[in-house]
């Protein structure tokens, strides 16, 4: 590289570090608000489930459904007989 270009660079380099700082600033704080706003979403639906009588209460601090049966104890089983 020819040394009289060396500062030409160097306010290039510094120019984009400065634009690459900035985007990351604001992309951050777009990914703070969208988080936020999910959060408040969530909050939001929990609210309205329920409302409806969608979720369960908990109890001990484990849903009904950690403390039923597991699933597969639950399923039915057909048999067929064949008689000869």
Do not use: C, I, W
Request: cysteine-free; overall charge negative; glycine content about 4%.
């Amino acid at each position: 590289m020819d040394p009289k270009h060396t500062g030409d660079v160097l306010r290039h380099l510094e120019k984009q570090d400065e634009l690459l700082m900035d985007a990351y600033r604001s992309m951050s704080h777009e990914l703070h608000k969208l988080q936020v706003e999910e959060e408040m979403l969530m909050h939001a639906f929990y609210k309205l489930m329920e409302a409806q009588g969608l979720t369960k209460k908990k109890q001990n601090g484990k849903n009904d459904s950690e403390e039923s049966e597991p699933s597969q104890s639950k399923a039915l089983a057909t048999v067929d007989s064949v008689e000869k």
